[in-house]
């Protein structure tokens, strides 16, 4: 039975389920609806290889606690938005698919192994795979979209999948909770590993 006690403990999983039943099509396939803000703020939530990457950000700032909590959630859509207009100018990145495969098997890795690097380490981690996922943003940017309400929708969509994986990871202060925190990381992994042998 849900409580308002445990309510918390059953919404993350109950936002994860939702994110997963979205469509796992590639989330920059060039198909999105075009518009503003809406677009923007959907165009995270169509593919779940950007799912599972930013919902592992949360995850991992959780997993290792204190300001990693909310450093790397924020690390991650400020390096993104440089990434997005690195591909709005159009600006050449290698192996943006094969760099968005690896940020979901990386990040799912570091919680499924419990990995604590300092701050800093984690910090450029995530930059790195952020600036992959905001060039996918960037370039599918619709034409007829107004960027600057674009960006906005796309970054408030990926904080809204950074909170999920922070509720989430705060599982973490029970023995169990930790058990099934790590395995979340596992199945991150796994997903990324289905998208790098896609693109490979």
């Known amino acids: ?6 309510r918390n403990t059953w919404l993350a999983p109950c936002i994860l389920l939702l ?8 989330a920059h396939s060039g198909t999105g609806s075009a518009g503003g803000f809406v677009s923007g703020f959907m165009h995270p939530l169509t593919g779940l290889d950007h799912i599972v990457a ?3 950000v949360g995850l991992w700032g959780a997993f290792l ?4 909590m909310w ?3 924020v690390v991650f859509p400020v ?6 207009a690195m591909g709005v100018l159009e600006m050449p990145l290698p192996g943006v698919e094969i760099g968005i495969a690896l940020s979901g098997i990386v990040l799912g890795a570091m919680v499924a192994f419990a990995a604590k690097p300092p701050l800093w380490v984690a910090g450029i981690i ?7 996922h905001g060039h996918a943003h960037g370039t599918e940017l619709p034409e007829s979209a107004n960027a600057m309400t674009f960006a906005i929708g796309f970054v408030l969509s990926t904080g809204l999948l950074h909170l999920s994986g922070i509720a989430f990871g705060l599982l973490v202060k029970w023995p169990w909770g930790r058990i099934a925190v790590r395995a979340g990381g596992v199945l991150i992994s796994l997903i990324g590993f289905g998208f790098l042998f896609k693109f490979l």
């Open 65 to 68: 606690g204190g300001r990693a």
């Open 19 to 26: 994110f997963a039943l979205q469509s796992t099509a590639d």
């Open 54 to 56: 930013m919902v592992g």
């Open 1 to 6: 039975m849900i409580t308002p006690k445990n």
């Open 79 to 84: 390096v993104m938005a440089f990434g997005g």
């Open 126 to 132: 995530v930059g790195i795979f952020a600036i992959f």
């Open 71 to 73: 450093m790397l959630p």
